[in-house]
């Protein structure tokens, strides 16, 4: 399927930028152009509109272990983000829209939810995305009845690191060098292996491989980066008060990259949010345990409905 739009600004997808012949679930990703931002996400099943949104570095293939089952109680729309995987964003459509901050992000997808006629009763984020999730909700983008988070990244960096520091950091991080030369080394050396192996997840070969795929292309390198000099999470976390439905978060007890005993501390601020943690796991939850993600989303459903 290809969706496309008299604003894009963008040509048709090259075969450089579709995903390869043996990606998950290949056979239902679809583009859509959008205001500079060529978007590609996958999209299977029937019933009520469950969003899914990665983290970080991720792209949809992070959810490919939960996809088909999910399937069979939702219509699962599972985006990359800005940047990421086989999304491509046009540098005038970021210098617009700020498209890798917190609201950028937020206000981008709120456009293709929109165009794509989804209706999400629930929606789910692993790490970084959860905090996008939260603030298209605190912003009235979306109207779930629920939002669920997987190893939520919502341990704010000190406020003096947002205000001075990282601004200052940007200009250098964010350089098209850096991305290509953070590329190179993804592909020539094993810095993702040694840095996914940090994360208290031991991924299978196959998801090692993909990750090292993604991290071999500059432009999802940049996004990541420029994701993580841009992250304002003390607003989202300070805005998160007033959230009015339920936040029901999901950690690895054994998540190195966000560690548990920080991650209670910061959330315990948020009235609507509840935690647990899952022994034995680590940062990449949904490759390592898809059981949790599917049965804490099934749960969460059934619940809804009686």
Not at 54 to 62: M, N, V
Not at 214 to 228: N, T
Request: aromatic fraction near 6%; hydrophobic fraction near 45%.
């Amino acid at each position: 399927m290809s969706l496309s739009s008299p604003k894009s600004g963008l040509s048709s997808p090259q075969i450089a930028d579709l995903p390869p012949s043996d990606w998950p679930f290949r056979d239902v990703s679809a583009f859509l152009d959008l205001d500079g931002v060529r978007w590609h996400f996958q999209q299977l099943g029937h019933g009520e509109d469950l969003l899914l949104i990665h983290g970080t570095g991720g792209s949809s293939h992070s959810w490919n272990h939960c996809l088909a089952e999910l399937s069979t109680r939702f219509r699962v729309t599972a985006v990359d983000l800005p940047g990421h995987g086989f999304t491509v964003v046009t540098r005038a459509a970021d210098e617009r829209d700020n498209l890798y901050s917190i609201e950028g992000m937020s206000r981008a997808l709120a456009a293709l939810v929109h165009r794509l006629h989804l209706a999400p009763t629930l929606v789910a984020g692993h790490s970084a995305g959860v905090a996008v999730l939260m603030r298209m909700v605190l912003d009235g983008h979306v109207t779930p009845r629920c939002i669920v988070g997987f190893n939520p990244a919502l341990v704010a960096p000190p406020t003096a690191y947002v205000a001075l520091i990282a601004p200052l950091l940007a200009r250098i991080v964010e350089s098209r060098t850096v991305a290509d030369g953070g590329a190179w080394m993804a592909r020539s050396t094993p810095l993702i292996r040694a840095m996914l192996a940090s994360s208290g997840t031991a991924l299978a070969p196959a998801d090692l491989a993909r990750y090292e795929l993604l991290c071999g292309r500059p432009a999802h390198v940049h996004a990541a980066i420029a994701m993580m000099s841009r992250w304002d999470l003390p607003t989202v976390i300070r805005d998160a008060v007033s959230l009015t439905v339920p936040l029901v978060l999901v950690a690895g007890a054994n998540d190195r990259w966000v560690p548990y005993a920080s991650l209670a501390r910061s959330v315990a601020r948020i009235p609507a949010a509840t935690l647990r943690a899952v022994a034995g796991a680590g940062h990449l939850l949904l490759e390592e345990r898809p059981d949790e993600v599917i049965g804490t989303l099934s749960s969460i459903a059934g619940h809804s409905a009686t």
